[in-house]
């Protein structure tokens, strides 16, 4: 006679380690610390001051960028000067839309605001507003 050899019942473990899960966690924790300042987008400037009105928000249009190097952005995509006005009339028409925002680092030589301005004017663009910064009342 064949004996078969005997079977243990299997019993199911409910404990679940945390330790692990822990460290998984708190190295995607250090991760996203680290990484969420690098996700800012936009170009730091420098903007003047004025006290003019403050537009609303929701004004839609291209933004042209001009920062303290001299360095000319469209939607916050470097472009050569010499392409400028193709690379905005192309930018214009993916946005539909006929307005430009021009913002400016207040160090840049105002020579170079108004030929960035003649360029957009040349280009047959009329709708053009100057970004600034608000001047708080205690300033």
Same mark, same amino acid.
């Given at each position: 006679?064949?004996?078969? %050899?005997?079977?243990? %019942? ?8 945390? $330790?692990? =899960? ?14 969420? %300042? ?9 903007? %003047? ?5 403050? =537009?609303?928000?929701? $004004? ?21 000067? &010499? ?7 192309? &930018? ?9 925002? =021009? ?10 605001? *108004?030929?960035? *301005? ?8 009329? =709708? ?12």
């Amino acid at each position: 006679m064949l004996r078969r %050899p005997r079977q243990r %019942p299997y019993n199911s473990v409910a404990d679940i380690n945390i $330790a692990n =899960l822990v460290d998984v966690v708190l190295v995607l924790l250090i991760i996203f610390m680290i990484s969420a %300042p690098l996700l800012q987008s936009g170009i730091e400037v420098d903007l %003047p001051v004025t006290r003019a009105a403050v =537009l609303n928000e929701e $004004a839609t249009g291209v933004v042209v960028t001009i920062d303290e190097k001299g360095g000319i952005f469209i939607n916050d995509v470097w472009t050569r000067l &010499e392409n400028f006005e193709s690379a905005l009339q192309q &930018e214009m028409a993916v946005k539909n839309t006929q307005s430009v925002y =021009l913002r400016g680092d207040s160090t840049i030589a105002y020579g170079m605001a *108004i030929g960035v *301005i003649g360029r957009m004017k040349d280009a047959g663009i009329d =709708l053009i507003g100057l970004v600034t910064a608000h001047e708080e009342n205690g300033r």
